[in-house]
């Protein structure tokens, strides 16, 4: 007889649990939320280091400095699954314009189109503003061209150089629920894994394709952006 009262109350017990499970499960359906926005990043810097930034590689140079103005736009959608966990999908178009001063280079510009999917953990969901982890996958697309002066100094000629890069990353950032729907968002990078290839070609026409491979920890003014949300 005690088995079978057992048996019951395990039976019993299991029903209830599995009830409350498919009606939090239920609940949490039901605030699944949907967000479109986007954020921005401008920066302008005049430096008067004797060095240069190219490609990605900072070399010596006779140099007396440079000015440099850099824009990125990012529009986004998304969807809240719940009080944790936002899944969304990212478009980053990017521009930068560097002036050297009595340089081989005289100017660089470079823009880039990427394609970008994202994570964000939510650490504090129970807060007004809300710290996230956000894991990524982003696949980018540059395109650069850079002005020298060839070596009797009177004549100027482009080189230009493309790339596909893969990065794989964690940044880190947070959310201000300013009404119920809309929020303000602010990103900053942080580490990095990037591969890809550069095939770069000079003032001739030669062209030469490098690997690319870098990681790291990019914690600088331009890899930070401000923007909103609206959801619905």
């Not at 609940?27 to 921005?40: A, D, L, P, R, Y």
């Not at 140079?61 to 986004?76: V, W």
């Not at 990065?167 to 947070?174: C, D, H």
Request: charged share 15%; with cysteine; glycine share 8%.
């Amino acid at each position: 007889m005690k088995p079978i009262i057992l048996n019951v109350l395990i039976f019993i017990l299991t029903c209830t649990l599995s009830n409350a499970q498919f009606s939090e499960t239920a609940e949490e359906s039901k605030n699944v939320q949907f967000f479109f926005g986007g954020s921005v990043n401008f920066s302008s810097t005049e430096n008067s280091s004797s060095q240069i930034f190219i490609n990605g590689f900072i070399g010596p140079s006779n140099s007396n400095g440079f000015e440099s103005t850099t824009y990125a736009i990012s529009p986004t959608v998304g969807t809240q699954l719940n009080k944790n966990w936002i899944l969304g999908l990212a478009l980053g178009l990017y521009n930068s314009h560097i002036t050297y001063r009595n340089s081989v280079i005289e100017s660089y510009e470079s823009s880039s189109i990427s394609f970008i999917a994202f994570a964000r953990y939510i650490v504090n969901p129970k807060n007004k503003i809300k710290v996230y982890v956000n894991p990524y996958y982003d696949r980018t697309y540059f395109d650069s061209v850079y002005n020298f002066t060839t070596s009797n100094l009177n004549t100027s000629s482009l080189g230009k150089n493309t790339e596909e890069r893969f990065t794989f990353g964690v940044s880190f950032g947070a959310l201000y629920e300013i009404t119920d729907w809309l929020r303000a968002t602010t990103n900053v990078g942080g580490f990095y894994y990037s591969t890809g290839t550069i095939l770069d070609t000079d003032s001739n026409g030669v062209e030469n394709e490098m690997k690319l491979n870098s990681k790291g920890l990019n914690l600088q003014a331009t890899s930070l952006s401000f923007g909103i949300e609206f959801i619905f």
